[in-house]
Each structure stands twice: as C-alpha cells, then as structure tokens.
C-alpha cells in the first residue's frame, strides 16, 4: 500500500525557515514524481513545484521559485521541501504528492505551517 | 496561466440523488483535467483523470465528462460516504478548481 507520511505540525518566526519531510512506503520515490501543493482555505489549492527524485530534476511554479527548494533522499525514501524567508503568506498546510506530470495518484496527509512572531 | 473556475461552491443533495460538479477552463486543456474527493481530515483521493478515465477503486457511480474548456464530475446514486469537497485540476500548471463542498440533505 503506497502511503506519504508527512512530519509534525510546525511554528516558525518570520523570516525564519522550515524543512518538511515526506516519507513513501510502499513504493520507490524514484519510481514517480514528487510534487508540493499549498493549501490555504481562502486562496484554494497552489501547486509550488515537483522534484525528480531519480535525477534531482526540479520544476517550481513561478511565485515559488524564490521561496521553496525542493530535495530527495533515495537511500531513505524520503522527499523535502524547504521555505525561506517566511511571512505570515506562508502559514497554510502543506502537502505533499506523488504522481507523473500531469497528475496525482497520491497524497500525504499535510501539514500545517504556521508563521507568526 | 490558465484559470479553473468550479461551480457550484457548495451542494446539498438526498441520498440517491444524483449530483453535477463543473470546471470550466480559461482556455481548451484538451481533456486534461483530473477529479479529487477529500472527505473531512483526510488528505485528497484521485477520483478522475483525462476528464473520464476512472481511477483503480474508485466506485463506478462516479463518472467525468467534457471537453475543450468544459467538464463535469457526476456522481450517480448519492451515499452518505460521499461527504467531501470535490477539485479539479487541470495539468497544464497545475491549476485547481476552487472546490465544491457537498454536503447530504
């Protein structure tokens, strides 16, 4: 059964970073992309980017170019993302997902991030 | 960049009822659209992709249809485990549907 399990609830000051994790079982990482989505409820769903976690090949969406780098650990199965310089914009729950190009097969559970001195 | 707008925003409807979702695309995505359910504290479910393909366990009361610039979610034969809200997204960006939160009657 493929599951993303997605790390623990998160509070960080302004202009401050967070690492999130996302850990698959059930399946390789390499075997599909990894993508990020940022859900705030008055703003809906935003797709940040995807990581290749064969490759390392990353593609972001333009408005998070700046903001979220993305990385992959093969050896324990593990996807990341990381966010910079963060405002209050940047308090959302966080998701991550696997799938190709086009779409997405499955979800992590999210995560909340909140940004707030 | 290309814009979903989904409609209605929320819906209310008596099991067995029968239920339409829409998204409308700013410009043709060519069938490139795909369907997710996320129930209440869960995280989202692939319903639906190239506009009418079923997912691998997903009921067949669910169906998607449309073209062009515009596609609809069905789903027959309302069940009370049908709760959730509904999003589109289209594959170009990645752009989503705003959602449809339904709801039983």
């Known amino acids: 059964e493929v599951q993303l399990q997605q790390s623990g609830p998160e509070l960080r000051r302004p202009g401050s970073s967070v690492k999130l994790s996302c850990k698959a079982s059930?399946?390789?990482?390499?075997?599909?992309?990894m993508h990020w989505v940022k859900h705030r409820p008055e703003h809906g769903l935003e797709w940040i980017g995807w990581i290749d976690p064969e490759d390392g090949e990353t593609k972001y969406a333009q408005k998070f170019q700046s903001k979220a780098t993305l990385t992959a650990d093969t050896s324990s199965n593990t996807a990341y993302m990381q966010l910079s310089s963060l405002t209050s914009e940047d308090t959302a729950t966080y998701f991550c997902?696997?799938?190709?190009?086009?779409?997405?097969?499955?979800w992590g559970q999210g995560v909340m991030v909140t940004v707030s001195s | 960049d290309i814009r979903m707008t989904q409609s209605p925003a929320s819906l209310s409807a008596s099991l067995g009822e029968t239920v339409n979702i829409e998204c409308l695309a700013s410009?043709?995505?060519?069938?490139?659209l795909a369907w997710y359910q996320q129930k209440p504290g869960k995280s989202p479910q692939l319903l639906i992709y190239n506009a009418n393909s079923l997912q691998n366990g997903v009921p067949s009361r669910f169906s998607g249809s449309g073209s062009g610039t515009q596609y609809s979610l069905k789903i027959n034969s309302l069940q009370s485990e049908d709760v959730a809200t509904y999003f589109c997204?289209?594959?170009?960006?990645?752009?989503f549907g705003s959602g449809t939160k339904l709801e039983i009657k």
């Open positions: 997902a696997s799938g190709d190009r086009r779409y997405f097969d499955y």
């Open positions: 059930g399946y390789s990482i390499t075997d599909y992309l």
């Open positions: 410009e043709d995505i060519y069938s490139d």
């Open positions: 997204q289209q594959y170009n960006n990645y752009t």
